[in-house]
């Protein structure tokens, strides 16, 4: 059971890096600078598959699944608020529709889906099993932690490039 738990986690932090490219796709192909807002989105879907990854490399604990919920409630708060501030008649979108939603309604949906996909994992979590056995390294737990890395390293680059050691200004 806790190689499907470790397994899941993996694929958690890949779908969330995969949702994280994709912006990053729009931001250089299509020159869209991103706001404060989709920068502090981006940052709670780094935090949610960061509490995966700590799943996959210290072993499946509670604490680690707090964090991924917490960065997904923040992120999904934050991307509600973007939503609300664009949802009024007249009011203009940002940016272009992807399949006929805006990024930040995507957003919210990847982090409603994180928060499903944990709620269903911890009903896979067995606390007295919870020995301090090593997880089993693999590929995929070595390549999310790899395209986690190069993500969020990106994303850093790319906020200091965009906002230096100050608020961002749009």
């Not at 919920?69 to 708060?77: A, D, H, N, R, Y």
């Not at 919870?130 to 850093?156: R, Y």
Request: glycine content about 8%.
């Amino acid at each position: 059971m806790k190689n499907l738990q470790q397994t899941f986690n993996e694929v958690i932090i890949l779908i969330i890096c995969g949702v994280l490219f994709s912006a990053y796709c729009v931001e250089f192909f299509w020159h869209e600078v991103p706001c404060p807002l989709c920068m502090l989105q981006r940052l709670g879907m780094v935090g949610a598959a960061s509490g995966c990854l700590l799943n996959v490399r210290f072993g499946i604990k509670m604490s680690h699944y707090g964090l991924s919920l917490l960065s997904s409630l923040v992120g999904g708060t934050v991307a509600l608020r973007q939503i609300s501030l664009h949802v009024c008649p007249g009011m203009p979108t940002f940016g272009f529709p992807v399949l006929g939603l805006s990024l930040y309604t995507w957003s919210f949906v990847v982090f409603a889906c994180v928060v499903l996909s944990i709620a269903g994992l911890l009903f896979l979590y067995d606390p007295l099993k919870d020995e301090q056995e090593a997880p089993t390294k693999n590929k995929l737990a070595t390549i999310s932690f790899g395209v986690l890395l190069a993500i969020t390293a990106a994303n850093a680059l790319t906020t200091f490039l965009h906002c230096g050691l100050g608020p961002c200004q749009e």
